[in-house]
């Protein structure tokens, strides 16, 4: 039993630890692409892999709703 629980934590601790480092990999600087991102406005789809500003609170879209489909 104290096998499974240490197994279990240390799974959990992996599966963490890859998500971060996922996340820094995506990210360019203050300003980057969020790949895999789907943008909504209202429950309808705006774009896809938007590019993001967090200093300026700003999403710029490259592609339309067309193109995203």
Not at 14 to 39: C, M, P, R
Request: glycine share 14%; hydrophobic share 40%.
């Amino acid at each position: 039993m104290k096998r499974l629980g240490l197994g279990l934590i240390l799974g959990v601790a992996l599966g963490a630890s890859g998500v971060a480092l996922a996340d820094q990999f995506t990210t360019v600087g203050a300003d980057h692409y969020q790949l895999g991102w789907t943008v909504l406005v209202r429950g309808a789809m705006v774009c896809r892999d938007p590019f993001v500003r967090p200093s300026e609170r700003e999403i710029e879209c490259r592609s339309g709703p067309e193109s995203a489909r």
